[in-house]
């Protein structure tokens, strides 16, 4: 391979979102290295052409940027400072990204850990889907020391439409969290409005237009609202929607700020998970009020 | 005197929407004529070169097109059927365009009477606030016949950049009312995400910038954000968004269908009439979570 340590980004994690941040760098010609506990997500990366590492401290040791995008805050621990985690190669200047979006208390505990080793250690959390990430359009919100966030750079240009720097660690998850209840509370809105608009006797795809680019309007009509016309729900899982909202309102306590509408679309997303939804994407929401309401938004069904 | 008849439209309601929508007929050359209880308004527009006419069956004897832009559906069914309405003064084959947001049922309801009678009438509820009220592009939804809507559109055209044929009478309205519900419902998501991101240290411009590209976005964010760092609390009156909010939960109830999020929005609305801040705009509602929390979306203006 040859590329220096510190020409190399590395990945650990290469699930839907770890693999297409892999891919856009490998077409970004960056030198790529990558490790996962599943065999065939390590063969997917290897035929983009990534470097194949056995274990997070294989990675550390080739690679001197590190994005860590696996799914729960125990995973990121181990990632960072298991038995065979990242955190003894470190060296003064390196960097470690945290793109899952895990528990404020994880990514103290990260950051602390990290700040020992020398290395800067950044909360970046990530909006967008696993296409935006392949096309580069994500948005990145990060929370670090501005040297940290400087170090990165040559990430935030190759996966970022925008990259925030929104303050110490922990700014990046607290910004994920406000963007995350906007979109939480729209989606559920566009379902209680689309579905009283069906059964009002409004067409689907006439409402779909109507409220197009309207004050009624909003991203989370455009990704969710086409998925509940289209009957497409193989997307995100609505399980991790969920968790995210379970965050949400977690932080909301935190701080001791009322958050009514996010309570609320918890409780929705909660009646989703009880019926047997969560490997759905979160549009498929949609079905707990289709039955409740005896009407359907799927286009294919109107005649 | 006929063919003056045919070629003048009247308009009813000059407030903060109706103004303005008027004064773009009168800039495009349309022969008008206006009544509103505020014989000041009525005043203004004489001054601009409009008749000003005795009431609602005065405009609707003297114009053939007449537009209704007044508060609640019952100002409206007062102005279109009731005695001394317009369907006093108006003639077979005239139109009346309502545009006010009301119940739907209201519609269906006025269109039993003014249709014996040979009148028309569509509903025609406009989405793009007084911005888009004084620029002359709002959106409009439209429930009825499309032979009313044919006669009625190049008018409304000098109000209106986009005028969607939604279905049959009132289901203008139905639309409005699915559109504002998810404008409301993101507007108090904004509220309670800026309130948030303050007190957990962050900077209100930047989560602008930072939502405004992302998931979280939506025109009600961007409006509401904006106005809440601003400390602009002028603009449509929280009264009327309130009565939107009753109209959409009573829709809910009617078709039976669950809407948790827009009931809650109306309690909230409820603590901001309890407050005193009904004739502010609603974003000042942020002013009760920043009373609740002790912190401040944006910084007020010097002398307030």
């Known amino acids: ?303 | 005197m006929t063919n003056q008849r045919n070629q003048t439209v009247g308009f009813i309601g000059l407030g903060a929407m109706g103004g303005p929508m008027a004064a773009n007929l009168l800039k495009k050359g349309h022969r008008l004529v206006v009544y509103d209880l505020d014989s000041k308004k009525n005043a203004h527009f004489a001054a601009q070169g409009a008749e000003v006419a005795e009431g609602p069956a005065d405009v609707s004897r003297q114009a053939h097109i007449v537009f209704t832009m007044v508060d609640t559906t019952e100002q409206s069914q007062d102005v279109i059927v009731c005695a001394g309405g317009i369907v006093d003064g108006a003639e077979t084959g005239d139109a009346v365009v309502c545009m006010s947001t009301i119940d739907p049922a209201a519609i269906v309801r006025m269109n039993g009477t003014l249709a014996a009678k040979g009148i028309g009438i569509i509903d025609a509820p406009v989405a793009g606030m007084i911005k888009g009220a004084v620029e002359g592009t709002l959106r409009t939804f439209v429930g009825g016949d499309a032979a009313t809507l044919d006669l009625c559109r190049p008018v409304m055209a000098s109000m209106c950049s986009e005028i969607l044929h939604i279905g049959a009478h009132g289901q203008g309205m139905t639309m409005k009312l699915i559109n504002n519900m998810l404008y409301k419902i993101n507007s108090i998501a904004a509220i309670e995400a800026m309130v948030l991101g303050v007190k957990a240290g962050l900077d209100p411009k930047m989560m602008l910038d930072a939502i405004g590209n992302s998931t979280g976005n939506s025109p009600a964010f961007q409006y509401r954000a904006r106005r809440m760092i601003e400390r602009n609390f002028e603009g449509v009156r929280l009264d009327i968004s309130y009565k939107d909010l009753v109209l959409e939960t009573a829709l809910g109830r009617t078709y039976q269908v669950p809407l948790f999020l827009s009931n809650v929005c109306l309690q909230i609305f409820e603590m901001g009439r309890a407050a005193g801040l009904g004739s502010r705009d609603a974003t000042s509602l942020v002013q009760i979570y920043e009373q609740i929390t002790g912190v401040k979306v944006g910084k007020e203006p010097k002398g307030q």
């Open chain 1, 1 to 303: 391979m040859g590329a220096e340590r510190h020409e190399c980004i590395g990945i650990i994690g290469l699930g839907a979102m770890g693999l297409a941040v892999a891919s856009r760098m490998v077409s970004c010609r960056l030198s790529v290295v990558g490790c996962d506990i599943d065999a065939s997500r390590v063969r997917l990366a290897a035929d983009l052409g990534v470097t194949i590492a056995e274990h997070p401290q294989h990675v550390a040791h080739l690679a001197s940027r590190i994005i860590c995008f696996v799914d729960t805050g125990p995973q990121v621990e181990d990632v960072l400072m298991g038995p065979a985690g990242l955190r003894t190669e470190l060296g003064r200047g390196d960097c470690v990204l945290c793109m899952s979006t895990v528990d404020l208390p994880v990514i103290e505990v990260c950051s602390r850990a990290i700040g020992e080793a020398g290395a800067y250690f950044l909360d970046a959390l990530v909006s967008g889907a696993p296409a935006a990430a392949a096309a580069g359009k994500l948005a990145i919100y990060v929370g670090g020391e501005p040297a940290g966030f400087q170090a990165a750079e040559v990430i935030w240009k190759s996966l970022a439409a925008s990259a925030y720097h929104a303050g110490p660690v922990g700014a990046g998850f607290a910004m994920k969290m406000i963007n995350n209840i906007l979109f939480h509370v729209s989606s559920v809105a566009i379902i209680e409005a689309l579905i009283l608009g069906a059964k009002a006797g409004l067409e689907p795809d006439v409402m779909a237009k109507a409220l197009t680019g309207g004050s009624g309007d909003s991203v989370a009509l455009k990704v969710r609202g086409s998925r509940m016309l289209s009957g497409d729900f193989a997307g995100i899982p609505m399980r991790v929607a969920y968790r995210e909202l379970l965050m949400e309102t977690d932080f909301g306590r935190k701080h001791k700020s009322p958050l009514l509408l996010a309570s609320v679309a918890e409780q929705v997303y909660a009646m989703g998970m009880a019926r047997g939804l969560g490997e759905e994407d979160g549009a498929a929401l949609v079905k707990v009020y289709e039955d409740l309401v005896s009407v359907s938004l799927s286009v294919t069904s109107w005649t």
